[in-house]
């Protein structure tokens, strides 16, 4: 799977993802199902998961429905459907913006001769590292009478806001998804089916359009919804473009009023379209997993000449561009900026310090609580352990800012101590992101004989020491992998953080987004290169050398 | 695998450690205000007292909702909010304590609660921001309500969840009505007005050329000019009487039941020491409420500025309206 | 070597199905202890189901297993793998990859039993060898060190599950030596699961055939050999001739010849023959004619034709050496009588040529 000679796009284990979107397929041997039942403490371990998240959230639904209907109004309005079809409208230019461009990347890079195929490969990944409001700051703060273009060139290019801000920066932060499942899906595909079509006459476009787009289509579609859910539940970026979309709606009834009702009765609308998108992605994906997987021959690389060789490259180019190097200089061109205009410019070491404790904490600890999961799903699999492992998914799916409202209220009512704590920051971080970790260890597992864990057991070992002496050192290489992605989407990670944090405690989202809202750009743009650089190391391990990232 | 357990806890003291506050004497103080305003002043004072201070930076209606549901127990020591209804919203919920006299008598009585719930620490005067190349003061209109008008559009900036805006919300209602403020707020979302996040990013659009004019508080544009000497915002101060010529403080009370009364009681003392009044008087370009403390150079007189009579008490008593009204509007 | 009165491994009605699959059906074993045990039988018959629900991995939906002197599983019991004391050798092997072989082969025991990892390492013949990591070992060095581990704790019983399945042929049968002798001289009880029946007769004291989730007959080797409970078990067993005949007072006819038959069974029966049985001996007046023979060295199999063209295999040594045309009378040791397809009729005499 890793050394196919026709591509080198990076292999399955997508960062943010990891392995929830499709195991490879041949991973894992055949395994039998273990024939005793799961321990009741093991059922409990994993269940325990699901409560940090589900409790709130469903106490939050039920103070919604026995709300009164004065709180109702707030849904209910011409407003709040001007608000729904704006989200809408964003959702669909983005989600559209990044399957074209995602599937373009893909296809130059996996099937024509471009060349430099694991080159152009991580350069469309790591978008993925940067979150959507650092691209937004960058964009405002380059744009303008007084950005960044028009001091450099004295051309005054129109600021970047509103609309076509959010969308320009969410679908930078979302193709690579698409990229990714289609690449992915590319190389799995048979090439005798395209040369086949070839044979028969067809021109490039027509084979494309006709054989190897239909084929894609359930890959392409899951990783299209998954582009969806993350625009709807995007918070950073619609609030700094000060789009009026949903999430920045929930937030500014938050703060702006003192009654926390409308805002949960928002909130659970967003919830319930989140799942249903969820739902379209789930028949989406299963129906992607029943394809063959023969192992594939080397697919004939399509040539590219002349005037197509340079549209490819310019493509890419430009999406490189926009995607990296863009972001990059602008924050740094910032930074000098503000040096030069004799501004304070210091590396926030406050910030630096709750960030990495933050997502070190949360990591770990997803990790820990992957184990219970993955244990159950892979060896003592059933239709009960499937919902289980569903859940997960699904807690990973609902926006962050909704299940940060929910914590919240829960919290300062029944939580006493644990209210404003950085303890349960870190749990909500971890259950939030818990999927990755799941996605990882599980393909992990899949990996390992279960023939060792019996080994061990009649050797009269009980199932901790197991677990200890057998289980977590066969798969720790995987169980790292998923922490690193949950280390990195805690780096990222901003309306939970605002809503739950200590006080005092402040992370590199916060201070980014905090100084980005007040247009304080040479301190948001310190602060943005900070957390690129701190996210550098994980980052360079899970998306340029996956095969070290993978057991 | 011990060094690894080792490592985590360590990570989880330290995390813990930079969320709570050292050895000594503690205060918890949520502010309203901005860090980028205040934090320097508390650094003195943590300097000059030895208590640790730690601060929960938002917006003060957010904080003020955020008191009212953690009730009594709170972790909150003191209240330092932007706008006297936040602060009365509090007060109302009887969430404060009675201040000491001689706290509560330093300011003008016009400028601290009725029933010495709250005090006033510093003044500050709504004006439209308004960037000095695309505007002349002739166009601007005598009273908030001309930015309405059509040729009006997309032109002036508000910030919906900020306190200020909401007091100045609130006394409009005071002064108007509950309908008039609702076809006022109506009319601006209608009229496209841009929403930004607080004063500061109004300001800062403004000169940056993002949007032309914005209702935020007086001070912004001097700290401006201060950072920038090529700055082209300036104030406009309406020339009649109106809601948006609200002239109204910021101020602190201490929360009820805080176990950290004295340190409390001595924080809010020092924002109304001569040392922080000039703070404000010179570093924020507010308006000093102790007697005495000279205003910067520059500011007109607080007295000079066309204000209308409202009963600052009162304004907590609409704050609650007027958020269902901006959120009505569409603003919010 | 216990000499304990009671079965090592007593399983009683065992039953276990898989959704609409039934593995075991109300599944009989009794295992003597310090014997060793094969079960044999063709793949989907539920032998290594039993041999799962017998250490433990699998829980049976009804009927109970008897350990030594413990219910190990039954109504209101079912004790985990690791209290069990039973010792399993995976077909696999299912070496723990990032120990080494004297971790491994040490992991049953509590610590500081050195002593005993080195005693078994030498009795597998790996001594010296405990630093080696898997990765590094041959198929038969690996096999010896899971047997090893799993001998290591001295577990009640040891349960092998196709154990030379993944060795080459050469390998295959040296194994098969060694881990009898290995197991003879640990004086252990163990059942090993198969389903190759010559791995079986020859390692196994006593063989219990398995078909679709029973145990269809339980004996000693050469005594199931040669008296398979009924034809199928009998073509499991090894080659056989199959003929019908006529049961009467006193004897049985067939194709082959009459032989004396004291059994109850009366008219239409079926007649198993085992081709080693029966000795053509050259005769130009003999009945049957050869038609073809297979050489393989050490003997050869006869293809014969009877006066009715029936055709029967024969097993004969190497010489004399048979060709097609040949002329030959037969000569036959022993018959099996079976009537319809119930268990053998009794023991039946060789012929009084």
């Known amino acids: 799977m890793n050394d196919r000679p026709g591509g080198a796009a990076p292999q399955v284990q997508s960062p943010e993802i990891g392995g929830v979107l499709e195991a490879p397929p041949g991973s894992g041997k055949r395994y039998e199902r273990t024939g005793r039942a799961a321990p009741p403490w093991l059922w409990a371990a994993g269940l325990l998961v699901l409560v940090p998240i589900g409790v709130p959230v469903a106490s939050m639904l039920a103070r919604v429905l026995g709300a009164s209907d004065g709180a109702w109004d707030v849904l209910f309005n011409a407003r709040t459907a001007e608000l729904v079809l704006r989200s809408a409208l964003l959702t669909l230019l983005v989600t559209t913006a990044a399957t074209v461009i995602g599937i373009a990347a893909a296809w130059i890079i996996v099937r024509t001769d471009l060349g430099a195929p694991r080159l152009w490969g991580v350069l469309m990944l790591l978008p993925l590292v940067i979150p959507s409001y650092v691209f937004a700051l960058s964009f405002l703060a380059a744009t303008g009478p007084r950005g960044l273009v028009a001091d450099l060139t004295g051309i005054a290019v129109p600021f970047l806001d509103g609309l076509p801000g959010a969308w320009l920066a969410l679908t930078l932060s979302t193709f690579p998804y698409v990229f990714l499942v289609t690449a992915a899906a590319l190389q799995r595909l048979d090439p005798a089916l395209e040369e086949a079509a070839r044979g028969l006459g067809a021109s490039t476009w027509r084979v494309f359009r006709t054989v190897t787009l239909p084929l894609l289509r359930p890959a392409v579609g899951a990783g299209a919804l998954l582009a969806a859910l993350y625009t709807l539940s995007d918070f950073g970026a619609v609030s700094l473009m000060r789009f009026d979309a949903f999430t920045r709606v929930i937030y500014a009834q938050y703060a702006g009023r003192l009654d926390r009702t409308p805002a949960a009765v928002l909130s659970i609308a967003l919830i319930v379209i989140a799942l249903g998108i969820l739902w379209a992605e789930q028949r989406t994906r299963g129906r992607a997993s029943h394809y063959s997987h023969r192992p594939i021959r080397r697919p004939t690389r399509h040539r590219l000449e002349g005037r197509r060789r340079a549209v490819a490259v310019l493509f890419l180019g430009t999406i490189a561009a926009l995607g990296v190097i863009v972001p990059v200089t602008v924050l740094v061109a910032w930074v000098v900026r503000g040096i030069d205009a004799g501004e304070q410019i210091a590396v926030p070491w406050n910030a630096v310090a709750g960030s990495v404790v933050g997502s070190v904490l949360a990591a770990v600890l997803a990790m820990a609580a992957a184990l219970p999961v993955v244990v159950l799903a892979v060896r003592y699999r059933s239709r009960r352990t499937e919902a289980l492992e569903r859940s997960v998914y699904v807690m990973f799916s609902l926006p962050h800012i909704t299940v940060a409202l929910a914590v919240l209220i829960f919290a300062v009512r029944y939580l006493g101590p644990l209210y404003q704590s950085l303890a349960l920051l870190v749990v909500i971080y971890a259950t939030m992101f818990l999927a990755q970790a799941t996605g990882a260890a599980k393909a992990s597992l899949l990996q390992v004989d279960p023939h060792l864990e019996e080994a061990a057991r009649s050797l009269g070992k009980g199932p901790f020491r197991v677990l200890r002496d057998v289980t977590i050192p066969l798969i720790w290489r995987g169980l790292l992998a998923g922490g690193a992605l949950v280390f990195l989407t805690t780096m990222k990670e901003l309306p939970a953080t605002l809503l739950l944090r200590p006080t005092g405690f402040e992370t590199l989202a916060v201070r980014i987004w905090a100084a980005a809202d007040e247009l304080f750009y040479a301190r948001a743009a310190t602060a943005a290169l900070v957390l690129l650089a701190v996210s550098a190391v994980p980052a360079y391990v899970l998306i340029v050398r996956p095969k070290d990232a993978t057991s | 695998m011990r060094q690894v357990t080792v490592f985590i806890v360590a990570l989880a003291l330290l995390g813990s450690a930079c969320s709570d506050s050292g050895f000594g004497d503690t205060v918890t103080v949520y502010s309203g205000r901005s860090e980028e305003l205040i934090a320097p002043l508390i650094e003195r004072f943590e300097e000059q007292t030895g208590i640790d201070v730690a601060v929960r930076y938002a917006g003060s209606t957010e904080l003020a909702a955020t008191i009212l549901e953690e009730g009594a127990g709170g972790p909150a020591d003191v209240f330092f909010a932007q706008d006297p209804a936040s602060l009365g919203t509090v007060a109302l919920a009887g969430r404060f304590s009675e201040l000491p006299e001689d706290i509560h008598a330093a300011v003008p009585a016009r400028f601290a609660d009725a029933a010495g719930r709250w005090v006033g620490v510093s003044g500050r005067a709504r004006v439209v921001a308004y960037d000095t190349t695309v505007v002349s003061v002739d166009e601007l209109p005598a009273t908030e309500d001309g930015f309405t008008a059509s040729d009006w559009r997309g032109r002036t900036a508000l910030a919906p969840t900020n306190g200020s805006f909401l007091a100045f919300v609130a006394a409009k209602i005071l002064l108007e009505g509950e309908a008039a403020t609702l076809a006022w707020l109506t009319s601006m979302a209608d009229n496209d007005a841009p929403t930004y996040a607080g004063n500061s990013a109004i300001v800062a659009a403004v000169d940056d050329g993002q949007v032309e004019t914005g209702l935020v508080n007086h001070y912004y544009r001097y700290r401006l000019a201060v950072e920038g000497p090529d700055t082209v915002v300036e104030n406009y101060f309406f020339p009649e009487a109106t809601a948006g010529s609200l002239v109204m403080p910021a101020g602190a009370g201490i929360l009820a039941g805080t176990p950290h009364r004295d340190a409390a009681t001595t924080f809010v003392e020092y924002l109304l020491s001569p040392e922080a009044q000039e703070y404000f008087a010179t570093e924020t370009y507010e308006y000093p409420l102790v007697p005495g403390v000279p205003v910067a150079s520059g500011l007109p007189p607080l007295g000079s500025i066309p204000t209308p009579a409202v009963d600052l008490s009162l304004l907590a008593t609409e704050l609650d309206t007027a958020t269902d009204l901006v959120a009505e509007a569409g603003l919010l | ?353």
């Not at chain 3, 630093?131 to 009640?156: I, K």
């Not at chain 3, 050469?170 to 290995?182: H, W």
């Not at chain 3, 163990?190 to 190759?196: E, K, L, P, S």
Request: charged share 20%; glycine share 10%; aromatic share 6%.
């Open chain 3, 1 to 353: 070597m216990t000499t304990a009165p009671e079965p090592a491994i007593h399983c009683h009605s065992v039953s276990r199905r898989f959704g609409s699959t039934v593995a075991l059906s109300e599944f009989e074993l009794v295992v003597a202890p310090g014997s060793i045990l094969s079960l044999l039988g063709p793949s989907g018959c539920g032998k290594t189901t039993a041999l799962r629900v017998i250490a433990g991995f699998e829980d049976p939906d009804s009927g109970s297993v008897t350990i030594g002197e413990r219910t190990v599983v039954g109504p209101g019991v079912s004790l985990p793998p690791e209290r069990r004391r039973v010792g399993m050798v995976f077909q696999d092997y299912a070496l723990f990859p990032h120990m080494s072989v004297a971790e491994n082969v040490a992991y049953g025991l509590s610590s500081g039993e050195l002593g005993r990892v080195y005693e078994v390492l030498e009795l597998v013949g790996l001594a010296g060898m405990g630093d080696r990591m898997p990765y590094e070992l041959s198929g038969g060095e690996q096999q010896r060190v899971a047997l090893a581990r799993a001998l290591a704790p001295r577990p009640t019983v040891v349960l092998l599950d196709e154990p030379f399945s993944n060795l080459d042929a050469p390998q295959r049968e040296r194994m098969r030596r060694e881990v009898r002798r290995i197991l003879l001289e640990a004086g252990a009880t163990a059942v090993f699961v198969t389903h190759d029946q010559a791995e079986a007769l020859a390692v196994a004291d006593m063989v219990a055939v398995m078909r679709e989730g029973r145990v269809v007959q339980v004996g000693a080797p050469h005594i199931i050999y040669a008296r398979p409970s009924d034809p199928w078990v009998a073509g499991f067993l090894g080659d056989r001739v199959l003929v019908p005949g006529t049961a009467g007072i006193g004897q049985v006819v067939t194709p082959l010849g009459a032989f004396p038959y004291r059994g109850r069974a009366n008219g239409d029966v079926q007649v198993m023959i085992r081709p080693e049985w029966i000795h053509p001996i050259p005769d130009d007046d003999g009945a049957a004619t050869v038609v073809d023979r297979e050489f393989y060295g050490h003997d050869q199999m006869v293809l014969l034709e009877l006066p009715d063209g029936q055709h029967v295999q024969a097993r004969i040594g190497p010489r004399p050496l048979l060709d097609p045309g040949d002329r030959v009378s037969l000569g036959i040791d022993e018959v099996v009588v079976y009537h319809g397809s119930d268990l053998a009729a009794p023991p039946v005499v060789p012929p009084a040529d």
